[in-house]
């Protein structure tokens, strides 16, 4: 195999794409299935070639037929256990499978995205499906029709689930819950939608305290907090706010403890590429520099939301996988 993909968000299959269409062989893995996080989203409106938005799972199909077209394969759902890398630049890395498969390949992509995190609440993984959700599709929003609704985070993933959940019944309130100010962390286009949208109420400077409800979630405790502060100090009194869904976007972790220590990672723990990799010092080789996508190990390359410098990696979401 000439090129072997980990992870079928949209940049492995963009890859795929590229890599099938110059006649080399190549496969996408995924533990899931094609998409990725974008594969989830509602409505993607800043993605190249699609100026009316189109849904994250539109795109995975579409990218899935055109990688067929060039003649790559995808294998999902499967996750990669290890990775044993090459010894010299004419031998293959090995990928093994949980089904106890190895896959040889010359050049391995590691696409493999980030982690959602979780809503550090008390009980609130009791409301998870049950009122708590990461992410936000027609299947979560049909679940909640008329009723009012609160999305948390800052970024273009929370900015655009606010925005469908207004737009697919007007007669809801949905709730913007930001810990910060609403706009570093968000496209401007989408915050000046938020703002003229009626039936958006946002709230700045407060998070989720506590999270009340019997068989479902049916209401939150918001606390305030100083939105231009990076203390934790309570500016307000806690106040309820009546709820019978939380759609969660607040972060991500890179989707790499699996990878091999030797892979050259940022204080965050996404990996470093490129001219990254020469400043730690971990690139190997002294014929050649590694090439701009390139990780500590040869051969072995990275790209999107894995990649240190990319959008996530700095606790903001990314400009394809935040648009869900």
Known sequence: MDLAVVGAGPAGMTAAVYAASEGLSAIVLDRLGPGGQAGGSSKIENFIGFPNGLSGAELAMRSVLQMLKFGASIAAP?????????????????????????????????????????????????????????????????????????????????????????????????????????????SEYLVGRIRATKNIRVHEGVQIAAVHGERRLESVTLQGFNPDGDDAKETSAAQQLPLTAIFVFIGAEPGCGWLPHNIARDSLGYIQTGADVLKSGAWPLKDREPCPLETSIPGILAAGDIRSGSPNASGSPSATARSR
Not at 101 to 117: E, I, N, Y
Not at 150 to 155: F, L, Q, T, Y
Not at 158 to 174: D, E, H, I, K, P
């Open 78 to 186: 499967v996750e990669v256990a290890k990775i044993e890398p090459r010894t010299s630049a004419d031998d293959f890395h090995t990928l093994h499978l949980d089904c106890g498969v190895a896959l040889r390949a010359r050049t391995v992509l590691l696409a493999a995205g980030v982690k959602w995190r979780r809503l550090d609440v008390p009980g609130a993984e009791r409301f998870e499906s049950q009122g708590i959700h990461y992410a936000c599709t027609s299947v979560e929003a049909i679940l909640y029709d008329a009723s009012d609704v609160a999305v948390v985070g800052g970024g273009n993933s929370a900015g655009q689930a606010a925005m469908y959940l207004a737009q697919c019944c007007a007669s809801r309130t949905v709730h913007l819950l930001v810990r910060r100010r609403l706009g570093p962390g968000m």
